[in-house]
Every structure is written in structure tokens, then in C-alpha cells.
């Protein structure tokens, strides 16, 4: 029995078109730059419900290598078409690098994570991963890709605030944009987030700015005190 799966959400215009060159991906993988990589999916099919439009089934857990050639495989494919797509990867026992704010390796004052749109999500991959380094003040060195719910999580070393992440924004936007990509960002720490640290008084439990898409959303409290 396989458990392991990747979901694909589809996001129009251009859903029909995409949906037939994902019908067709299956038997095109051998023939790109990753081979072996058929050999690793066991079913590739429509997904029938709300979560997902079209899911790969792995024969194993697959490891993040595995994951980023079949991205950079959706991104050739789905270039062609006006379709956005976002990824989430699901194993066993949890989704991939989910982070468990209970857990002692938590160390981060906040985080902040990138739901990415693609294509070209491996484009933005990689300049995230260039763009995102100690020199923004505030943050630790990216901590990198993440393969479930998010796509990409920085590690703030301090509670920020609107302005912090605003900025943060301003020097990330400017060169994602040669991607084609759209994005959303979320902000959560173990504490209280709140607009100005000097006044707890402007503590709120959501606060979003910016427009729907692509929307940045600050939200507060831990994982499991969420419903």
C-alpha cells in the first residue's frame, strides 16, 4: 500500500488545459531531465474533492530531491498554460517539516512562511533561498524548503512587527516577480504578535493586509491552538 502523496491544487484561469497535461504527465517524466523519477511514482491520477485537482501516489517516502524534480517537471509542463498550482506533500506519519511549535527544536522567537503559487516554484526556490540571508535584519539564515503545508519558512530572532515583515516583503517581491509566481505569507510565533511592541493594547488574533491575492496575513498563537 503507498501513503505517500502529493497534492496538486489548481488555481484558474486555464484549469482544463492544465488538467490534460496532468493526465498526460505520468508517462512524459522518463523523458525529462529526471528519468528514474517515473519509476518512483506509482499512480498519477485526477483527485476527486476539495483538497487537491490531481495527485502522485509515491511507491516510497519520497525525500526532498524527489519532490523538487517532479516541481521543476510541473513547472515546465504547466508554464504552457495560464493555470497557478500550489504543492503539498503528504507522508505517513505527518506532512513533511510541518513545524511543531511544542517542539524543543522551536527555538525562534517567529516564523514566517511562503505558500507559493507557481509556476515557477523552483525558480523561487532558489532565489529565496539567495535572497533570505542574515543580512535582513531580524532573521536567522533561511531554514529553507519546506514540502507539506508551506513552501519556505524564515526564522525571525525577535517577535516582528507589521513594519518588520512589510520590509522583509519589499526586498523578497521585487525579484520573485521575474518568476511569475504569486505567494502568501504567514507569520506565526509562540507568543502574541502584535503591531507595535511597546503596546500590547494592539494585540490582535488575525490581521491582514495587503489584497486577496497575493494576500499577507499575520496570524497568532501555536499550531495546536488553532481549531
Do not use: C
Not at 63 to 91: H, P, R, S
Amino acid at each position: 500500500m503507498y501513503n505517500s502523496k502529493s497534492l496538486i491544487k489548481l488555481y484558474g484561469p486555464g484549469i482544463p488545459v492544465a488538467l490534460r497535461i496532468l493526465r498526460r504527465i505520468k508517462t512524459e517524466l522518463g523523458t525529462g531531465k529526471s528519468p528514474d523519477l517515473v519509476s518512483k511514482i506509482a499512480q498519477a491520477h485526477p483527485y476527486i474533492g476539495e483538497e487537491a485537482d490531481y495527485e502522485f501516489i509515491w511507491k516510497n517516502t519520497p525525500n526532498t530531491q524527489d519532490i523538487l524534480l517532479l516541481i521543476e517537471e510541473l513547472d515546465a509542463k504547466l508554464l504552457q498554460t495560464e493555470a497557478k498550482f500550489t504543492i503539498t506533500t503528504k507522508v505517513p506519519e505527518e506532512d513533511i517539516l510541518i513545524y511543531d511549535f511544542n517542539s524543543p527544536k522551536i527555538t525562534g522567537a517567529a516564523y514566517t512562511f511562503f505558500r507559493i503559487y507557481g509556476p515557477s516554484l523552483s525558480q523561487a526556490f532558489n532565489i529565496l533561498k539567495k535572497e533570505v540571508t542574515d543580512k535582513i535584519p531580524g532573521i536567522q539564515p533561511s531554514k529553507g524548503i519546506l514540502l507539506g503545508k508551506y513552501d519556505f519558512v524564515i526564522e525571525w530572532l525577535r517577535i516582528p512587527t507589521v513594519n518588520d515583515i512589510i520590509s522583509l516583503l519589499e526586498h523578497i517581491e521585487p525579484v520573485l516577480k521575474v518568476t511569475g509566481v504569486t505567494y502568501k505569507v504567514t507569520t506565526k510565533s509562540k507568543l502574541k504578535l502584535h503591531t507595535d511592541p511597546r503596546d500590547k493594547t494592539q494585540e490582535k488574533p488575525i490581521m491582514e493586509i495587503g489584497a486577496p491575492s497575493p494576500s499577507f496575513t499575520i496570524e497568532t498563537g501555536s499550531e495546536d491552538s488553532k481549531e
